[in-house]
């Protein structure tokens, strides 16, 4: 168990409105990714970060932005939610120790209307 | 960029062996991996592969061959609980890329 907590499970929304999912590890890990996960593409990288306040976007960026004011929280923001942000969002850490390896929250299935 | 290739679907008998086979096309490589992501869970780790060769673990194996772009994932004395998509992921220079991943079903 990498300690790994995301908030809300699941989430209901209309287009427009802002969202905001919450990721919060307990192990002071310094990598943290958000992907989405959508039949047909698989697992995509939204954004990471690589300590605190250093992010950097990954390959389906648009629409989405993050903040990590602290360690333990990564923050993943819906400005305005559309209805083809309708996923699945995961986030991961990977270990100093141990880069190669990702180890997944529970997710969070979000819908907008 | 990079692209992942493998099958979408496959069925296996309960106690036989499976391999899942994935192909990848990658500008920088770092690594490959395979998770296993049963019904409405997260993925989990299986197992990571960055030089050619079989890499076992219990009942799972898993192969690499840089030259041919070519990875597997070998299941043995297949159990029911077994039944799960598995990805493959490749590690380039700077991101990890999935593949869309093979739903595996276990039948008695």
């Known amino acids: 168990d990498a300690g790994i907590t995301q908030s809300p499970r699941h989430k209901v929304t209309e287009t427009g409105t802002p969202v905001t999912l919450r990721c919060h590890q307990t192990?002071?890990?310094?990598?943290m990714y958000w992907y989405r996960q959508d039949p047909g593409h698989g697992l995509r990288l939204i954004h990471y970060s690589y300590g605190v306040k250093d992010t950097d976007k990954g390959e389906v960026s648009d629409g989405y932005s993050v903040s990590r004011s602290k360690t333990e929280d990564f923050l993943l923001t819906l400005e305005s939610a559309t209805s083809s942000q309708t996923s699945v969002y995961f986030c991961?850490?990977?270990?100093?120790?141990?880069?190669?390896?990702?180890?997944f929250g529970s997710g969070t299935q979000l819908s907008v209307l | 960029g990079q692209n992942i290739d493998q099958p979408t679907e496959m069925t296996a008998t309960e106690g036989a062996i499976v391999q899942i086979n994935c192909t990848y096309q990658t500008s920088g490589f770092n690594g490959l991996f395979w998770y296993q992501q049963h019904a409405g869970e997260a993925p989990t780790f299986l197992s990571y592969n960055v030089l050619d060769g079989l890499e076992e673990k219990g009942r799972f194996s898993s192969f690499l061959s840089r030259s041919k772009g070519y990875s597997y994932l070998l299941l043995k004395e297949l159990q029911m609980k077994d039944s799960a998509s598995y990805l493959c992921a490749v590690k380039g220079y700077q991101k990890v890329t999935f593949g869309t991943g093979t739903k595996l079903q276990v039948i008695p």
């Open positions: 192990e002071n890990h310094r990598y």
């Open positions: 991961a850490i990977s270990p100093t120790e141990a880069r190669e390896k990702l180890f």
